[in-house]
């Protein structure tokens, strides 16, 4: 089955509202596809709507730890490819200590579901960290804030958020 992408702006309904936001002052081209949320998860989305796995990028949110202090970012990964969590995002953070964030906190923090989480609408002081790969594809499948949709655009959009940063992240 193939997926049956429209401009992100025709459809906002399928969007989470802060993704919303983001998308409406973007000047890139966004598309969005409407998907059964059951599917959300890469590999299965993957499998059943067609799109190569290295044509789709995961949003991992992290939170690190320092003297008390957290800090959280997300970071861009294809998804055959794992981040290095432990090496390159933790000194990148400067953390003493990195996991990955958990579920409750994430979905509160930004406004969408666990599953759609997306770097598009994030917390203004988050670092998006993009993976090198992906803002280099000429367009990557990703997350649109909500399960039942995902969205399309360039990687170098990605990369030329306000708060992105590109970097070697996959080991």
């Given at each position: 089955?193939?997926?049956q992408w429209v401009p992100a702006?025709?459809?906002i309904d399928l969007l989470a509202e802060p993704v919303?936001?983001?998308v409406r002052e973007m000047e890139e081209e966004v598309r969005v596809a409407e998907i059964d949320p059951e599917l959300a998860d890469t590999a299965a989305f993957c499998e059943r709507y067609g799109v190569a796995l290295d044509a789709s990028a995961n949003c991992v949110v992290?939170?690190?730890r320092r003297g008390g202090e957290v800090r959280y970012a997300a970071c861009m990964?294809?998804?055959?490819?794992?981040?290095d969590v432990n090496g390159v995002i933790r000194r990148r953070l400067d953390a003493r200590k990195i996991s990955f964030a958990p579920m409750d906190d994430a979905v509160s923090l930004t406004g969408m579901e666990y599953g759609g989480i997306t770097p598009l609408g994030l917390p203004d002081d988050w670092p998006i960290l993009v993976d090198s790969r992906v803002a280099a594809h000429p367009e990557v499948v990703i997350g649109s804030g909500v399960r039942r949709s995902k969205l399309a655009l360039r990687g170098?959009?990605?990369?030329g958020l306000k708060a992105a940063e590109v970097l070697d992240l996959a080991n």
């Open positions: 089955m193939d997926v702006l025709d459809r919303a936001r983001a992290v939170a690190g990964v294809l998804a055959t490819t794992k981040a170098a959009a990605l990369a």
